[in-house]
């Protein structure tokens, strides 16, 4: 490259080729220096400019990375240039975090709060473009002791609302909720949502609804629940007699598995 460099010294293909090879070094502040210097010879071209917002990133100085970016998906809203638009969007959101310090959750009904995460927002094409979006950002931030771990919750409930149909979503907001210990009565409300989900899918929820009421020894509702699966098919005498251990001592189990499941 650099034998390159001393035949085509301002050549912005070769000065971008470097400063991303200075990327991979973790050669920051030359990197930057030489993509700068690659997008002077060529004002017009996106890519060095994204290499820039990358370094200024790894930087820390988010308000840089952030305005390169911008002008990257300004002048590319079809995202032809870049194969991983929503690594650029999820790049953005971190920085606008990090700017601001905003603890989604906090403000999610808060209508005078702008959301950090607006201008990114904005660029995605449909509700499912953007539950995507909203689900690996919640992803991202679900690790143990990160800075913005409690903005994880409004990422995931966003990916649900937003793409109600998409079971996983559901599945790890639930996940994540028993771990962080929000309390089953919240899960509860999230599990009555099923409506859009296949049969598989639903019979999953509605058994992790059975023992959310178990778990707040809530038997009878949970036999209520049991019931309701049974009434719309999705089970079977099989599964209702293995509850026999939880609802056992229960009137209404008894005189069902009677009139219904009898040996």
């Known amino acids: 490259m650099d034998s390159a460099l001393t ?40 890519f060095p ?34 194969e991983c638009a929503k690594c650029i969007q999820m790049k953005m959101a971190e920085y606008e975090i990090r700017l601001k310090q905003v603890r989604f959750d906090k403000y999610a009904d808060d209508s005078v709060t702008k959301y950090s995460l607006d201008s990114t927002r904005n660029l995605l094409n449909d509700n499912i473009d953007s539950a995507n979006f909203y689900f690996n950002m919640g992803k991202r931030f679900d690790k143990k002791k990160h800075p913005f771990e409690d903005s994880v ?40 949502k099923t409506d859009d989900y296949d049969e598989n899918d639903q019979s999953w929820f ?37 509850w026999a251990n939880k609802f056992g001592k229960l009137p209404e189990y008894q005189a069902f598995i009677k009139e219904n499941c009898p040996d």
């Open 7 to 46: 035949l085509e010294r301002e050549a912005p293909y070769l000065l971008a080729a470097k400063g991303i090879l200075e990327l991979r070094k973790r050669n920051y502040t030359k990197a930057i220096q030489i993509l700068e210097k690659a997008t002077e010879k060529s004002p017009g071209w996106l």
């Open 49 to 82: 400019k994204y290499y820039l917002g990358v370094g200024y990133g790894y930087k820390r100085d988010y308000r840089k990375a952030l305005d390169y970016y911008k002008e990257v998906l300004a002048k590319d809203s079809l995202y032809q240039t870049f």
């Open 153 to 192: 919750y409004f990422f995931y409930s966003q990916a649900v609302q937003l793409d109600p149909a998409e079971a996983e979503y559901l599945y790890t907001l639930i996940r994540y909720l028993r771990k962080k210990s929000y309390g089953e009565a919240e899960i509860r409300e999230w599990l009555k």
């Open 206 to 242: 509605q058994e992790e609804l059975i023992y959310s009421y178990i778990y707040s020894k809530e038997i009878k509702n949970a036999f209520k629940v049991a019931v309701g699966m049974y009434e719309n098919g999705l089970s079977g005498c099989t599964r209702m007699k293995k």
